[in-house]
């Protein structure tokens, strides 16, 4: 947290002139070498059961939100105080957040939530429906179990069995903040999720563009579902934390505090809201991976076109074509569900190539996949992947949170939870309900059509650079941390995606005329 310091004479104490240290001092706290010289008192809180507080570690669950709240008017009572207190963190203190902003602290007046999450079960722990087992459990293991934040041994909720015991998008597990009626049990039992018509305070929100698919979605969601009035969004580039304590960043998040805890009428809301990262292809000019920012009214961008791409199997060896029109003649390709532990990333699945672009395009936003799949199993896990290769055939590569080497965007489906949440979904956004009620195993060799969300992320494709298209059974060649792998519907089956037809497979791209004048 952070709360101006109570200042009678009106004046904003500045720290000395030149540059700033670029180590931060806790990971994803804000630094007091950034925020205290600029008039502004930095509280850091061990949460319940975690270092020097004593107590029951519930990560991210219903207590945790409580404890934040009580924070928060405690900060904003406190003689040194104005009474006006923001939020600011990252990643865990940026999901953390939301939950607290809900039950509307009367001292809490902006929340600055930088690689945040709004929905657990869809943007953390089932991504598509697919256990996201290769980061939830490490780091539940290092973080929780591993004792790294319970200096006091103290006790701790099992989240990783309450992942693996509840699989489908229960709200008495995953859902909004709350009691059950029937038995008084303080809900959910899991990580809360915020109801974001609750989040009213003014807010800015930062979106990452990574190759860990976490923050990616959520950050963006956040920005668009919270109720706030006053909100900005950042859909940003580079390292998760060299940014976030840059120089660059700091001095948005100050102005934003500044305006909102201070009172100062420093024009930061009067700039376009949306700020975008567009990344920019790495090559021998720009061997790191770089961007350039565009200045956006709204998110998504309103001039967006989407375009389509057909998917064609023409080719039986498994590689396909992206048509700028659906194929004239119904097509299958069919690949093994079965990937061993160590074979090559290139090696499974199928991929679809795109003619050479005629120009430089700009994408940006959400991006999905429309599929008619069919299995020799009851069930079928779905990794998209949407690459760019060169002149030459070889891959072309962005910037990305946590890596140099990143495609332009992940999607991921479990077929079994396809059905669409009608409501949610939108032209450009395929939401599932994952619900179990709706839960559709496949029939062998049945086609069904679905809809996999690719996360909203942004690329500049020069001109004869193509689109690169792979759909794998499991992780591809871009991954940090796993998904589950379940054997009993993946070894000795065979996978087949169908092209043409009258409802025809494509993929969506959100194509950005540039502005002159952005």
């Not at 489908?168 to 959910?188: A, I, K, S």
């Not at 690719?454 to 992780?475: D, F, V, Y």
Request: charged residues 25%; glycine residues 8%.
């Amino acid at each position: 947290f952070v709360a101006p310091r109570d200042d009678k004479s009106g004046d904003t104490a500045r720290g000395p002139a030149g540059p700033r240290r670029r180590l931060n001092e806790g990971a994803v706290m804000p630094d007091t070498t950034d925020w205290v010289p600029e008039g502004y008192a930095v509280v850091r809180v061990d949460g319940r059961g975690t270092c020097s507080t004593p107590g029951f570690l519930h990560p991210y669950g219903a207590q945790e939100a409580d404890d934040i709240y009580d924070a928060i008017e405690w900060a904003g009572t406190q003689p040194w105080s104005n009474g006006n207190v923001g939020m600011w963190g990252i990643s865990n203190t940026a999901v953390n957040q939301l939950p607290a902003a809900t039950l509307q602290p009367p001292h809490l007046k902006a929340l600055i939530p930088h690689s945040g999450d709004i929905d657990q079960y869809r943007d953390i722990v089932f991504q598509g429906g697919i256990y996201y087992q290769g980061y939830r459990e490490p780091w539940f293991n290092s973080r929780v179990a591993g004792e790294e934040l319970r200096c006091l041994d103290q006790p701790y909720e099992d989240i990783i069995d309450i992942f693996r015991e509840n699989r489908f998008d229960d709200p008495r597990v995953y859902g909004f903040l709350g009691t059950d009626p029937d038995t008084g049990e303080t809900l959910p039992i899991g990580p809360a999720s915020p109801d974001p018509s609750l989040i009213t305070q003014p807010l800015f929100s930062h979106s990452r563009q990574d190759l860990w698919p976490i923050h990616i979605r959520g950050g963006s969601e956040v920005y668009l579902l919270a109720a706030s009035e006053h909100k900005k969004l950042w859909v940003e580039a580079g390292h998760e934390y060299a940014r976030a304590y840059s120089p660059e960043v700091f001095e948005q998040h100050l102005r934003f505090f500044d305006y909102w805890l201070k009172g100062i009428d420093n024009g930061v809301m009067d700039e376009p809201p949306i700020r975008v990262d567009l990344r920019l292809p790495r090559d021998a000019d720009n061997p790191k991976g770089a961007w350039k920012t565009r200045f956006e009214d709204e998110w998504p961008i309103a001039r967006t076109q989407y375009v389509r791409y057909y998917l064609d199997a023409t080719d039986p060896s498994g590689d396909g074509v992206l048509l700028d029109a659906p194929p004239a003649e119904a097509r299958s390709t069919t690949y093994s569900a079965e990937v061993a532990a160590d074979a090559a990333c290139d090696t499974y699945g199928v991929s679809f190539l795109s003619a050479p672009f005629e120009q430089d395009t700009e994408l940006a936003g959400y991006m999905k996949l429309g599929v008619n799949v069919s299995s020799s199993s009851t069930d079928m896990d779905i990794f998209a992947t949407l690459r760019v290769m060169d002149e030459d055939g070889n891959e072309v590569l962005y910037h990305s949170t946590h890596s140099a080497e990143s495609p332009v965007t992940l999607g991921f489906l479990k077929v079994s939870h396809r059905k669409l949440d009608e409501a949610r979904s939108s032209h450009h956004q395929p939401v599932l309900t994952h619900k179990e009620e709706d839960h559709q195993p496949l029939t062998p060799g049945e086609t069904v059509a679905a809809e996999v969300e690719l996360w909203p992320n942004t690329a500049l494709i020069k001109q004869g650079h193509r689109l690169w298209l792979t759909i794998q059974p499991r992780n591809g060649c871009f991954k940090t941390h796993t998904h589950e792998y379940d054997e009993s519907f993946h070894v000795g089956a065979t996978n087949t995606i169908h092209t043409g037809g009258p409802e025809a497979a494509y993929l969506q791209i959100p194509v950005v005329p540039p502005l002159i004048d952005n």
